[in-house]
Each structure stands twice: as C-alpha cells, then as structure tokens.
C-alpha cells in the first residue's frame, strides 16, 4: 500500500473525498479532513474562487509534510491528500486529507499537522470572488 499525493485542476472528486485506499487490517484508525468552498467569507457572499499553484512545489512540499508525520506519529502511516487549483465554487471540495495509523491519537494528529503546515506553507494562493463584484487574493488553501 503506498501513499496518494496530488495537485490536481479543478475540485476534488468522490475518489479523493473518501478513504477506502487505506482500509487495511493493519490499521486501526483512519482520519479525514476535507476542505469546502464556502459560499461568504467575513460577511461577504463568495460566488467562487480561483486557485493558483505552483504545482511541482507544492507535491515536494506535501511530500516533506508527509515525512514529518511519519517521524513525528507513526513510521507506518499511510496517507491520502490531494489539493485541487483552478476555479471551483461553493460547495466543492478543495482540500482531502486522508491518515491511517495503528492508534487513533496518531492519525487525528497527522490529519492536524498536515492541515495546517498546508496553510502555512503550501504554495498555493486563492483569488476570492464576492457576490458584490469584487475580488481579493489570499495566501493559503
């Protein structure tokens, strides 16, 4: 069973929204995280947005967060995370993260750390379109 990594145009489908990959009877838990679109954002109604990628370094960079997991929760984890760029609208899935581990603290953990050192260091950046015509780009996923 190997790890799934991917930057992928456009929204995430069903096979990246749902773990069944890693369902395995050497696993004990397995986690999710899934980012949505919203549809407003600080009291602004959001019509869509627009992802843009630096494809190639952002599959390194979910590559070295994956490696810190395993170092830190468990050396025998399994990962599915996807992150999709382009345009997309309320509603669709965005982000997917996916852990198994033996143990279930482990696995909530890695789900944890990977979705924040994505927002952190994940290069990826949204244009957010607002039901007033307007727009503003925004670091992070």
Partial sequence: MSDRIAIIEGPLGADWCQPADLCHNAYGAITSFL?????????????HLEYECYGDMAKNVLQH??????????????FIVAHGYG????GEC???????????VAAFDACRHIIERIKEDLP????EFYDDGTSLWLKGS
Avoid: L, Y
């Avoid at 345009?87 to 309320?90: K, L």
């Avoid at 965005?94 to 279930?104: D, E, N, P």
């Avoid at 990826?124 to 244009?127: A, C, E, R, T």
């Fill in 124 to 127: 990826v950046w949204k244009n």
């Fill in 94 to 104: 965005s982000v997917a993260i996916h852990v198994a581990t033996a143990h279930r």
């Fill in 65 to 78: 967060i994956i490696q810190e997991c395993r170092d830190q929760f468990d050396p025998e984890a399994r």
């Fill in 35 to 47: 980012g949505v679109v919203r549809d407003n954002h600080n009291d602004r109604g959001v019509t």
């Fill in 87 to 90: 345009h997309m609208v309320p």
